[in-house]
């Protein structure tokens, strides 16, 4: 079966390689891998005491993030190594302080996977959520080096569950320990014999909590607010983008809005102007050359600073639940303010938990986000009871990542002092 595995791999490679032609982010993918083993034997030969962590993009990075800076802060002699499979979440982190190496996984055929655990040789591996390569599972645990899942979710329609995913169970069964975010999922953990689990929560509400904290102040999003309220709209689409151009034509009296596309290129900024042209518009790239104080829509045409845009919201909107599945939520919930997004959430499980406590909206068009915004202005308790539901819950779910290295020391440590 791994060798099954990794054919396809190799010919999943192989076309898109072949669409890579046709597309800029799968060309920095396999540009960014050139030279990859040579690169890392230079960056680990005078590095000591490695601790390697998998990211599959940018989301998954802030995951992992609260931990290395705990394990630096614990031990100043570990060098971070961090890994991504997406050119998103390399790009943007590539020079990020908290990692000594930071490099691109090569792709994971059981060669790759041999020589890269041999250059680096790391004393514990952390794979964020989602990412499973079996080449890497199987190299990792030949070496007996300590590997963990971190923030995972398991939910009973995943492959490793089917009738046809015995191969891929067994290898997740290497994992040492696995650290996960609800109950559900150590349920069917147990189900299918894996007792090495835990509950410990999701640690990307202790990077929220701790980018929250920071004292901060966007210069030019007090300038635009002014005296207005704000609605902040993050990782949008183009859906997300035309059910808010709909909206702002009703609250446009009240409200500025703030549009954070996922995407930036110039294509896509060109379309969210064509799709707002009703309104006066401004860019962020502008702001230095001229007064945005009197536009109604802000475009944030630049990557890194969302979760701090967040801040000057009224109400936030998360895009990509029409369309690629729902964006980071909690970046906004922790600003304690409404959430709203479109309809395909349920495989989010903090979407799912803010919408049961009635902090959170699901909607399907834009009327619908209208009816509830009015009801908020209408009843200004209700709309601070539902900032205090989200700021109660995001403070209910702090402290997964002491949890983890708590259990992680205990694990290293011999089974008597454990028992005692």
Same mark, same amino acid.
């Given at each position: 079966?791994?060798?099954?595995?990794?054919?396809?791999?190799?010919?999943?490679?192989?076309?898109?390689?072949?669409?890579?032609?046709?597309?800029?982010?799968?060309?920095?993918?396999?540009?960014?891998?050139?030279?990859?083993?040579?690169?890392?034997?230079?960056?680990?030969?005078?590095?000591?005491?490695?601790?390697?962590?998998?990211?599959?993009?940018?989301?998954?990075?802030?995951?992992?993030?609260?931990?290395?800076?705990?394990?630096?802060?614990?031990?100043?002699?570990?060098?971070?190594?961090?890994?991504?499979?997406?050119?998103?979440?390399?790009?943007?982190?590539?020079?990020?302080?908290?990692?000594?190496?930071?490099?691109?996984?090569?792709?994971?055929?059981?060669?790759? $996977?041999?020589?890269?655990?041999?250059?680096?040789?790391?004393?514990?591996?952390? !794979?964020?959520?989602?990412?499973?390569?079996?080449?890497?599972?199987?190299?990792?645990?030949?070496?007996?080096?300590?590997?963990?899942?971190?923030?995972?979710?398991?939910?009973?329609?995943?492959?490793?569950?089917?009738?046809?995913?015995?191969?891929?169970?067994?290898?997740?069964?290497?994992?040492?320990?696995?650290?996960?975010?609800?109950?559900?999922?150590?349920?069917?953990?147990?189900?299918?014999?894996?007792?090495? $689990?835990?509950?410990?929560?999701?640690?990307? !509400?202790?990077?929220?909590?701790?980018?929250?904290?920071?004292?901060?102040?966007?210069?030019?999003?007090?300038?635009?607010?002014?005296?207005?309220?704000?609605?902040?709209?993050?990782?949008?689409?183009?859906?997300?983008?035309?059910?808010?151009?709909?909206?702002?034509?009703?609250?446009?009296?009240?409200?500025?809005?703030?549009?954070?596309?996922?995407?930036?290129?110039?294509?896509?900024?060109?379309?969210?102007?064509?799709?707002?042209?009703? !309104?006066?518009?401004?860019?962020?790239?502008?702001?230095?050359?001229?007064?945005?104080?009197?536009?109604?829509?802000?475009?944030?045409?630049?990557?890194?600073?969302?979760?701090?845009?967040?801040?000057?919201?009224?109400?936030?909107?998360?895009?990509?639940?029409?369309?690629?599945?729902?964006?980071?939520?909690?970046?906004?919930?922790?600003?304690?303010?409404?959430?709203?997004?479109?309809?395909?959430?349920?495989?989010?499980?903090? $979407?799912?938990?803010?919408?049961?406590?009635?902090?959170?909206?699901?909607?399907?068009?834009?009327?619908?986000?209208?009816?509830?915004?009015?009801?908020?202005?209408?009843?200004?308790?209700?709309?601070?009871?539902?900032?205090?539901?989200?700021?109660?819950?995001?403070?209910?779910?702090?402290?997964?990542?002491?949890?983890?290295?708590?259990?992680?020391?205990?694990?290293?440590?011999?089974?008597?002092?454990?028992?005692?």
């Amino acid at each position: 079966m791994r060798l099954l595995y990794s054919f396809s791999i190799a010919f999943l490679t192989f076309l898109a390689k072949c669409s890579s032609f046709f597309s800029k982010k799968i060309q920095l993918f396999f540009e960014g891998r050139k030279d990859i083993f040579t690169l890392l034997e230079k960056k680990c030969e005078d590095k000591k005491n490695i601790i390697w962590f998998h990211c599959a993009s940018l989301g998954e990075f802030e995951q992992g993030k609260p931990i290395m800076e705990k394990i630096k802060q614990q031990d100043r002699n570990i060098s971070i190594l961090v890994t991504f499979f997406s050119p998103s979440g390399f790009e943007i982190k590539k020079n990020d302080p908290i990692a000594d190496i930071i490099s691109y996984l090569p792709v994971d055929t059981k060669r790759n $996977a041999k020589r890269f655990v041999n250059i680096v040789k790391p004393e514990k591996v952390f !794979f964020i959520k989602y990412e499973f390569w079996y080449n890497y599972i199987a190299e990792i645990a030949k070496a007996e080096i300590p590997f963990y899942y971190v923030s995972a979710i398991f939910r009973d329609n995943q492959y490793f569950f089917k009738s046809y995913g015995t191969w891929f169970l067994n290898n997740l069964r290497k994992c040492s320990f696995f650290f996960l975010q609800n109950e559900s999922s150590r349920k069917l953990l147990t189900k299918y014999g894996i007792s090495n $689990a835990i509950v410990t929560g999701d640690t990307r !509400f202790d990077r929220v909590y701790d980018i929250a904290k920071q004292n901060f102040a966007l210069d030019f999003m007090l300038s635009f607010k002014k005296e207005k309220k704000m609605l902040v709209a993050g990782s949008t689409w183009n859906p997300d983008e035309k059910l808010l151009s709909e909206l702002f034509k009703i609250i446009r009296t009240d409200y500025k809005l703030v549009i954070a596309p996922h995407l930036v290129d110039k294509q896509h900024i060109e379309r969210i102007k064509k799709i707002f042209s009703l !309104f006066t518009v401004a860019c962020y790239s502008e702001k230095e050359s001229r007064d945005i104080s009197g536009d109604e829509v802000l475009i944030i045409d630049t990557i890194g600073i969302l979760s701090k845009i967040y801040k000057y919201a009224d109400i936030s909107y998360i895009g990509g639940a029409f369309k690629t599945g729902l964006h980071n939520i909690l970046e906004a919930a922790v600003f304690a303010k409404p959430l709203f997004f479109g309809p395909h959430y349920k495989i989010f499980n903090e $979407a799912i938990e803010l919408v049961g406590r009635g902090a959170a909206f699901s909607i399907t068009c834009a009327d619908e986000m209208i009816k509830k915004i009015d009801f908020f202005e209408k009843n200004p308790d209700y709309y601070h009871s539902i900032c205090d539901i989200c700021d109660n819950y995001v403070i209910q779910n702090l402290g997964a990542t002491d949890k983890i290295l708590n259990i992680i020391k205990n694990l290293s440590l011999p089974q008597k002092l454990i028992e005692n």
